[in-house]
């Protein structure tokens, strides 16, 4: 089986798995692949391996073939333009005051256009920007108006545990997050600590919801009064993660139990 290398197009860019054919590549290479925006030069930023097991069953796309120099020259002019348009931009929003924030430039790699992403509260006449663009450039611009979570994804970062974000690493595509996911796996509500650097709800709160709801069917509800192996109390915390109930007995003693271990409280 052909290995797996990991590539990226952007220096902080998020990593895209490639099947490397029959090409033996390293770390550092720089590689002709073919996406759907069409050609690109990428670089290889791990070391070729296999597939795992457990990876979805999809087929990868493969790398076409090693770069050549002329490619790579031409990769690196178009990073060097990324950076001024993006600059020259940022110069032009703020002299005509344009309520919008900046997140990158991305150009192709014909150099047929330039794509400038950006976030905004609302609609934003930017006409009179794309008319400086173009002048200044002499190619196409396309302005497109994206999200704070789009942004999160593109931008990158670590998120409060330590680790690159989810959005920037391995999701393809945002999944609703609701409040409802933090109350059922008893997370603190403090906005703080369950919002994640784009402003919104973690999308790992989604992880894991689906694992509390099925534990929580089988145990018994916070305040259902049940028989205990040292009498009669009443349930008053759960702890999904051991499969276990506090339950508080008639004396004020609290005691933990396993689910099967009471009767008349599992009927959730």
Request: proline fraction near 4%; aromatic fraction near 6%; hydrophobic fraction near 35%.
């Given at each position: 089986?052909?290995?797996?290398?990991g590539?990226?197009?952007?220096?902080?860019?998020?990593?895209?798995?490639?099947?490397?054919g029959?090409?033996?590549?390293?770390?550092?290479?720089?590689?002709?692949v073919?996406?759907?925006?069409?050609?690109a030069?990428?670089c290889v930023c791990t070391?070729?391996?296999?597939?795992?097991?457990?990876?979805?069953?999809?087929p990868l796309?493969?790398?076409?073939?090693?770069?050549?120099?002329?490619?790579?020259?031409?990769?690196?002019?178009?990073?060097r333009?990324?950076?001024?348009?993006?600059?020259?931009?940022y110069?032009?929003?703020?002299?005509?005051?344009?309520?919008?924030?900046?997140?990158?430039?991305?150009?192709?790699?014909?150099?047929?256009?330039?794509?400038v992403?950006?976030?905004?509260?609302?609609?934003?006449?930017?006409r009179?920007?794309?008319k400086?663009l173009?002048?200044?450039?002499?190619?196409?611009?396309?302005?497109?108006q994206?999200?704070?979570?789009?942004?999160?994804?593109?931008?990158g970062?670590?998120?409060?545990?330590?680790?690159?974000?989810?959005?920037?690493?391995?999701?393809?595509?945002?999944?609703?997050?609701?409040i409802?996911?933090?109350?059922?796996q008893?997370?603190s509500?403090?906005?703080?600590k369950?919002?994640?650097?784009?402003?919104r709800?973690m999308?790992?709160?989604?992880?894991?919801?689906?694992?509390y709801?099925i534990?929580?069917?089988g145990?018994?509800?916070i305040?259902?009064?049940v028989?205990?192996?040292?009498?009669?109390?009443?349930?008053?915390?759960?702890?999904?993660?051991?499969?276990?109930?506090?339950?508080?007995?008639?004396?004020?003693?609290?005691?933990?139990f396993?689910?099967?271990?009471?009767?008349?409280?599992?009927d959730?």
């Open positions: 089986m052909n290995k797996v290398v590539v990226k197009f952007k220096n902080n860019g998020k990593v895209y798995e490639f099947d490397s029959h090409f033996v590549l390293k770390k550092g290479d720089k590689v002709m073919i996406t759907e925006e069409g050609p030069v990428g070391e070729p391996q296999d597939r795992p097991g457990t990876a979805p069953n999809r796309k493969k790398v076409f073939r090693l770069a050549t120099p002329e490619e790579i020259e031409r990769y690196e002019e178009s990073c333009m990324e950076e001024e348009i993006l600059h020259y931009c110069r032009k929003v703020k002299e005509l005051g344009l309520p919008m924030s900046l997140v990158t430039v991305e150009r192709r790699f014909d150099g047929s256009k330039a794509i992403y950006f976030t905004a509260d609302g609609r934003v006449d930017f009179e920007l794309v400086m173009v002048r200044r450039f002499k190619t196409r611009i396309e302005m497109r994206i999200g704070v979570r789009h942004q999160a994804k593109m931008v970062g670590l998120g409060t545990c330590g680790r690159v974000l989810c959005c920037a690493t391995f999701m393809n595509s945002f999944a609703p997050v609701t409802k996911m933090a109350k059922e008893n997370l509500l403090n906005p703080g369950i919002s994640g650097m784009c402003g709800l999308c790992c709160l989604g992880f894991e919801e689906e694992f709801r534990v929580k069917k145990l018994p509800k305040g259902k009064k028989a205990t192996p040292k009498g009669q109390g009443k349930v008053v915390r759960q702890n999904v993660l051991k499969k276990t109930v506090i339950v508080a007995l008639e004396e004020g003693e609290e005691v933990e396993r689910a099967e271990e009471l009767q008349g409280g599992n959730t």
